[in-house]
């Protein structure tokens, strides 16, 4: 496996709980679990790196944006520019989904688009070995 489920169980900077319902956008910084719903975008801080982590129970009707995704609940919307994306046995996506790296486990659906694009590092480190890089 590229990821473990065990690396969601880090710490948590922030935690919307089962039962807790935003409606809104919302941006976070460092290690974001979500366990309710959430009725628009969620989207991590651009100066910093950011984990969202979708339990079981949680539902996202609107787009995600962050480094590092762990989803097992669902997602109604697009998933954009995501270096690492793991998609558990629960997760259920109904949208486009950018990624650099994705790990899907058994059991997991998506029922839309998947785009694949290189990591900034990845780019960087090609074009460096291509003739004039």
């Known amino acids: 496996m590229f990821f473990k489920a065990a690396s969601s169980r880090k710490n948590i900077d922030t935690l919307i709980s089962v039962g807790t319902r935003i409606e809104g956008d919302i941006s976070f910084r460092g290690r974001l ?14 100066d910093q790196p950011g984990t969202l982590v979708l339990g079981e129970k949680a539902h996202i009707d609107g787009n995600i944006q962050a480094p590092r995704v762990v989803v097992n609940g669902a997602i109604d919307g697009q998933v954009k520019d ?12 109904s949208g486009e989904v950018n990624y650099t790296s994705m790990e899907i486990h058994y059991g997991a659906v998506i029922d839309g688009r998947l785009v694949h694009h290189l990591g900034a590092g990845l780019g960087q480190a090609a074009a460096k070995r291509a003739p004039g890089g």
């Not at 679990?33 to 651009?46: C, E, K, M, Q």
């Not at 995501?82 to 629960?90: F, G, H, K, V, W």
């Open 82 to 93: 995501c270096d690492t994306i793991e998609l558990l046995a629960r997760a259920r996506i």
């Open 33 to 46: 679990r979500l366990d309710g719903a959430v009725r628009g975008n969620v989207s991590a801080l651009s």
